[in-house]
Antibody, heavy 117, light 113 residues
Framework: EVRLVESGGGLVQPGGSLRLSCTVSGFTFSDHRMHWVRQAPGKGLLWVSRISTDGTETHYADSVKGRFTVSRDNAKNTLFLQMSSLGAEDTAMYYC??????????WGPGTLVTVSS | DVVMTQSPLSLPVTLGQPASISCRSSQSLVHSNGDTYLSWFHQRPGQSPRRLIYKLSNRDSGVPDRFSGSGSGTDFTLKISRVEAEDVGVYYCMQGTHWPPYTFGQGTKLEIK
């Protein structure tokens, strides 16, 4: 069974940092590109980042470029999102998703990030 | 960036009746390889999104055949042949042809009348 489980969310002060993790099982992690997608409370879906199978190629939404860094550890079946200089606009549920024929054939339950003083 | 525009934003439907959601893109979604990277997602309240359709008209595994995707170029449609109670929630279209960024529509909220 394919499973993706995000962790690392929580309450962080404006300007702070947070690292999200997504641990996967049930498939060969190193064979798949992965994405992060976020959803602000009561709002729609926003694509955040994509990483290649070996981690050498990354892409970001303009709103997070220079502040967020996506990475992966294929030996540990884990995807990461390092977030810094966080602002209120980054408050959202963060989902990791697998890429098969494009974004999102499987999604995790999400981890909530709240940026507030 | 490609803008995805969905209509309607709210869709009340009677159980057993058909439903249709429109999605328009600000530019053609036909990729140079000939594929159209247009996907549809369904999100129930309090749950993660679930992909229903990929590459315009291909149903994901386990998706009932009452769901179908169609369209071309810049105009796309998700159709539900007979709405069931479990179909309530928000539906999103998403383009993956001209990335980054991948872009989603605003969402269409389907509810039962």
């Amino acid at each position: 069974e394919v499973r993706l489980v995000e962790s690392g969310g929580g309450l962080v002060q404006p300007g702070g940092s947070l690292r999200l993790s997504c641990t996967v099982s049930g498939f060969t992690f190193s064979d798949h590109r992965m994405h992060w997608v976020r959803q602000a409370p009561g709002k729609g879906l926003l694509w955040v980042s994509r990483i290649s199978t070996d981690g050498t190629e990354t892409h970001y939404a303009d709103s997070v470029k220079g502040r967020f860094t996506v990475s992966r550890d294929n030996a540990k079946n884990t995807l990461f999102l390092q977030m810094s200089s966080l602002g209120a606009e980054d408050t959202a549920m963060y989902y990791c998703t697998r890429d098969v024929q494009s974004v999102g054939d499987y999604w995790g339950p999400g981890t909530l990030v709240t940026v507030s003083s | 960036d490609v803008v995805m525009t969905q209509s309607p934003l709210s869709l009340p439907v009677t159980l057993g009746q058909p439903a249709s959601i429109s999605c328009r893109s600000s530019q053609s979604l036909v990729h140079s390889n000939g594929d159209t990277y247009l996907s549809w997602f369904h999100q129930r309240p309090g749950q993660s999104p679930r992909r229903l359709i990929y590459k315009l008209s291909n149903r994901d595994s386990g998706v009932p055949d009452r769901f179908s995707g169609s369209g071309s170029g810049t105009d796309f449609t998700l159709k539900i042949s007979r709405v069931e109670a479990e179909d309530v929630g928000v539906y999103y279209c998403m383009q993956g042809t001209h990335w980054p960024p991948y872009t989603f529509g605003q969402g269409t909220k389907l509810e039962i009348k």
